[in-house]
């Protein structure tokens, strides 16, 4: 019996909060260990944008992955991202097992796999960037005809806001310090072993 992690994501507190984005992806996962005949050994969830590389569960996911010999399953490929070369650095990360998306049964592990998720994830990132594209020029044609952007009602700043701001924007795993108890153990955020 294959053993599997499973990594669940949303992008906003909300979604976290309400469960139901987080529930859905938890019975993609179990109706494909279902079909499989997998064991779940370990479950990560995170809330962070799938912009961001920097997720301490994710980390976490590939380590266990690692340790365990087991494999990375995930609902749906959007739920790790749309950025072909972040997507291949995953595939690399999780160990000899790989990682498997509920949403494409049908590729198969290793090699033959990486290569098709790898083509698949660039697919991806191809219509992310046109659609940030028409939306850039939608913007710029709205802001021709007179359209005010951005927030109308901007408050005076205050320290307190601009410290806030600071902390918002410091990578989920520097607030976390994971980065400093992988240190300790001896390994990089990329969970390689540091260098003597």
């Known amino acids: 019996m294959d053993r599997f992690v499973s990594y669940l994501r949303v992008s906003t507190d909300s979604q976290g909060r309400s469960g139901l984005g987080l529930d859905a992806q938890r019975q993609a996962v179990a109706a494909h260990l279902s079909?499989?005949?997998?064991?779940?050994?370990?479950?990560?969830?995170?809330?962070?944008?799938?912009?961001?590389?920097?997720r301490p569960q994710l980390v976490a996911a590939l380590a266990?992955?690692?340790?365990?010999?087991?494999?990375?399953?995930?609902?749906?490929l959007d739920r790790l991202a749309r950025?072909?070369?972040?997507?291949?650095?995953?595939?690399?990360?999780?160990?000899?097992?790989?990682?498997?998306f509920c949403d494409l049964p049908t590729v198969p592990a290793g090699p033959v796999g990486k290569f098709l998720v790898t083509q698949m994830a660039a697919v991806a990132e191809l219509e992310a960037g046109l659609i940030s594209q028409r939306t850039r020029a939608a913007l710029a044609v709205a802001k021709a005809r007179g359209v005010k952007l951005g927030n109308p009602n901007p408050g005076p700043a205050t320290a307190a806001m601009a410290a806030a701001a600071r902390q918002a924007r410091r990578p989920a795993w520097f607030k976390a310090g994971l980065h400093v108890e992988l240190g300790k153990a001896g390994l990089t955020l990329s969970g390689r072993m540091m260098a003597p």
């Open 64 to 76: 266990s992955c690692r340790t365990r010999r087991a494999v990375l399953v995930i609902a749906k």
């Open 35 to 54: 079909a499989v005949g997998g064991q779940l050994v370990a479950e990560f969830q995170e809330i962070e944008s799938g912009k961001r590389a920097d």
């Open 83 to 100: 950025n072909a070369r972040f997507l291949l650095s995953v595939a690399e990360g999780s160990g000899q097992a790989g990682v498997v």
